[in-house]
C-alpha cells in the first residue's frame, strides 16, 4: 500500500472536495486528474461523499480519500466506500488507533505542539495542519515544526493560489490542501483542469 508520505508527494495541492451531486462527482475527477492532481480528498461533509467516493475511484489515476473523518464509525464507512486514504481535521486516540489498525495512510489533523505529540506517541509524523491561516499562518507552522524535524505537514485552511507558493517554498511542508481548484456546482472542466494545471505547476 503508498504510504501517506508518498501521496502527499504527488503534487504539490491536494483538492479539497465537497460533493453535493454525485453527478458532479466524477466530472470534477476527471477534470483534476487531467489537470495533474491525482490525489483527491472528498470531504464527508454532505449525504453524497460516500457515494462520490466510490464513483471517482473508477476515474483513471485518480487517488481518492476522505476527509473529515473524525471518528472510527466514520472511518469505517470511509473505507467500506472504498477510500484510499483517510484525512482528519484533527487527532483523537481512538480515531488513530483505528486507522492505524486499519493499515489505511492517514493524515490527522495538527494545530499545536500538543497534537503533534499526541501524533508521534501513536507512531505518526505526516501531519495536516489545520486550520493553517486561523491557527497563525506559515509563522506558526515554522515555529511548531522547529522542534519536530522528523514531522512533514500539508497545511489546510485560508490557502489559495495567492500564498499557496509560500507554504511550498517551506521544506517541512509537502504539499497544500485546497479547496480552489475544486469550486462546488457542476464542474466547468476545462476551467478545473486549468487550474489543476496551475497547480501543479506551484513548486
Not at 483527491?40 to 461523499?49: F, G, H, N, S
Not at 481512538?94 to 495538527?110: E, N, T
Not at 495536516?128 to 506558526?140: E, N, Q, S, T, V
Not at 500539508?154 to 509537502?174: K, S
Request: charged fraction near 15%; glycine fraction near 12%; charge should be neutral.
Amino acid at each position: 500500500m503508498t504510504t501517506i508520505d508518498e501521496l502527499m508527494r504527488v503534487a504539490p495541492v491536494i483538492p479539497v472536495i465537497v460533493i453535493d451531486d454525485i453527478a458532479h462527482a466524477v466530472p470534477l475527477a476527471e477534470a483534476l486528474v487531467a489537470g495533474g492532481l491525482r490525489v483527491l480528498e472528498v470531504t464527508l461533509r454532505t449525504p453524497a461523499a460516500l457515494a462520490a467516493i466510490t464513483a471517482m475511484k473508477a476515474v483513471p489515476g485518480a487517488i481518492v480519500g476522505a476527509g473529515t473523518v473524525t471518528n472510527p464509525r466514520e472511518l469505517d464507512a470511509a473505507l467500506a466506500a472504498g477510500s484510499e486514504f483517510i484525512v482528519s481535521p484533527g487527532l483523537t486516540e481512538p480515531l488513530g488507533k483505528a486507522a492505524i489498525a486499519a493499515g489505511v495512510p492517514f493524515l490527522p489533523g495538527i494545530a499545536n505542539a500538543g497534537d503533534i505529540m499526541r501524533g508521534l506517541d501513536l507512531g505518526l509524523n505526516r501531519f495536516k495542519f489545520f486550520p493553517a491561516m486561523a491557527a497563525g499562518g506559515l509563522p506558526a507552522l515554522k515555529a511548531l515544526a522547529a522542534p519536530f524535524g522528523q514531522c512533514r505537514f500539508c497545511p489546510t485552511g485560508g490557502i489559495g493560489p495567492d500564498n499557496a507558493a509560500e507554504w511550498l517554498a517551506f521544506e517541512p511542508v509537502l504539499c497544500v490542501g485546497g479547496s480552489w481548484v475544486s469550486p462546488k456546482g457542476a464542474p466547468d472542466k476545462p476551467a478545473i483542469e486549468a487550474m489543476a494545471r496551475a497547480a501543479c505547476g506551484l513548486r
